[in-house]
């Protein structure tokens, strides 16, 4: 049996004829999924899909060619030119409602002169596989992949079909891909029960030890706002006090300087909760009873320190671009900010615009939407989430299944919108220093262990959701 570097080096359909199926009389052959799973992708990190522009299509082809060669039914989308999605199933036989494996198949630019690797090379080294994507989020799409090809080649009885959904445009907000494919064509998503996604956030001591394993029922959700001020134009030898860009700066020096009450929804409440067994015996029960110990100001103190915690509890707002004049000797008449907010889960857009401008306080200040979404969230109290529990009580006996909400924002809104239960989740477990880092920085990298028994426990989660 050759190593898995060797098996990286080799050619990809060398690999994928050696296997003509994965059922062995006493199950699967591991080694030889894993093996393949890694050659796989490392074709697949050397597609370059850096958005913008995207160019997704070339992504959604390499996994069409191997869904024709596999017979697995799927369907290319180029809703504009180079924006690529690719919908592939596996069929069960109906018996429950499909279960969606949902990736992005763009990702964000990269500078090349800061990396150690070509970003597009798929290197292997030093036990890790190096490329833009490696985290976020070809290695989980290629775990969700292999999954597929899996229970296609090994026959698997499913009681419900499993639906690989590759899309475009997700560092960008998703417009282009899984929204557009929500709102095009909700017919092949055929009412799913369960979406599985990047997110979720697991805990792993430095020793490798599985703490906790998440599942994300929710995150918080983007409220991107243009603030646009207006006054009087001239030439800049005159200063006018009325000026757009003077009401621009007062307006954002008041919107820094405000604090966003707290406030503990209860998909954030459940999630402290859930962490409660493995905080300091000190702390345990104030967070068993989260709601009471936030009244006092000691602790909520404590709490606010870490600053993941504390934008769990606020909204927050960040100042991100600013335009004026493009000119230093004009006045313009109008100014704008860009700012990013973000609002936790259940607050509505146009109440928060409304306390913004209670903030600013200025008539001449106009607050609009670029882009914004539904802040929602799923039940945690479902076959999957029970499914990830059982698996993760026979693996890691001790560990804790919990329910992180993201401080950032995924695709997992559109399909939370059409009723669908989606959660983040990454089955990539190893300690901190074996699982990899450079997430939308320098020389990204999953470990390679980390990767193939990601691959393993991933397939478990889904086989048990769908048989």
């Known amino acids: 049996m050759p190593s898995i570097r060797q098996v990286a080096a080799c050619g990809l359909l060398t690999v994928v004829l050696a296997l003509p199926g994965l059922a062995a009389p006493n199950g699967l052959n591991w080694e030889r999924i894993q093996q393949e799973a890694i050659e796989l992708f490392v074709q697949y990190l050397r597609i370059e899909t850096t958005n913008p522009p995207g ?36 069929r069960g036989d109906g018996a429950n409602r499909p279960i969606i494996l949902l990736n992005h198949l763009d990702v964000v630019p990269n500078n ?27 290695s989980l799409g290629m775990a969700q992949f292999v999954t597929l090809l899996t229970l296609k080649r090994a026959r698997v009885k499913l009681r419900r079909d499993v ?21 095009n064509h909700p017919e092949l998503l055929d009412k799913a029960e369960f979406l599985l996604n990047e997110g979720g956030g697991n805990m792993i001591d430095n020793d490798g030890k599985v703490l906790a394993v998440g599942v994300g029922p929710s995150e918080k959700t983007p409220a991107w706002l243009r603030v646009t001020a207006s006054g009087s134009a001239g030439h800049a030898s005159l200063p006018r006090p ?15 300087e405000y604090a966003p009450p707290l406030k503990l929804t209860p998909v954030v409440e459940e999630s402290l909760r859930s962490l409660a067994p493995l905080r300091p015996d000190a702390t345990r029960e104030k967070f068993l009873r989260i709601r009471d110990s936030i009244r006092d100001p000691e602790f909520l103190r404590l ?21 004026g004049s ?16 973000r609002l936790v889960p259940g607050e509505r857009l146009d109440a928060w615009i409304a306390e913004l401008k209670g903030v600013v306080r200025d008539d001449s200040i106009r607050i609009e939407p670029i882009l914004a979404f539904n802040a929602n969230a799923s039940p945690v109290d479902t076959a999957l989430v029970r499914a990830v529990a059982d698996l993760v009580r026979e693996r890691f006996p001790g560990a804790i299944v919990s ?35 450079g997430v939308h920085g320098n020389d990204e990298r999953i470990g390679l262990k980390a990767f193939a028994d990601g691959v393993r426990f991933f397939y478990e ?3 048990r959701t769908a048989r």
């Open 112 to 138: 090349p002169e800061f990396w150690s690797v070509d970003p597009f090379g798929g290197v292997i080294k030093d036990g890790f596989i190096f490329g833009r994507g490696a985290l976020d989020m070809k």
């Open 461 to 463: 989660v889904v086989e």
């Open 303 to 323: 709490l606010e320190a870490d600053p993941a915690q504390k934008a769990l509890l606020h909204n927050t707002i960040s100042v991100t671009v600013l335009q």
């Open 163 to 183: 639906i690989f959904l590759g899309t475009a445009d997700e560092e960008a907000g998703g417009l282009e891909g899984a929204g557009w494919f929500v709102k």
């Open 326 to 341: 493009n000119k230093i000797n004009i006045i313009p008449p109008s100014a704008h900010a860009d700012i990013d907010t």
């Open 242 to 256: 009325d000026s757009a860009v003077t009401h621009l700066v007062r307006a954002l020096n008041r919107l820094l």
């Open 55 to 90: 160019n997704e299509i070339r992504a959604a082809r390499f996994f069409a060619e191997i869904c024709k060669r596999e017979g697995i039914e799927y369907q290319v989308f180029e809703p504009s030119p180079g924006r690529g999605t690719i919908w592939a199933r596996v």
């Open 403 to 437: 329910y992180p909400v993201q401080v950032g924002f995924t695709d997992c809104h559109y399909f939370r919108d059409l009723g669908i239960h989606s959660y983040g989740f990454s089955p990539f477990l190893a300690a901190p220093r074996d699982l990899g880092t």
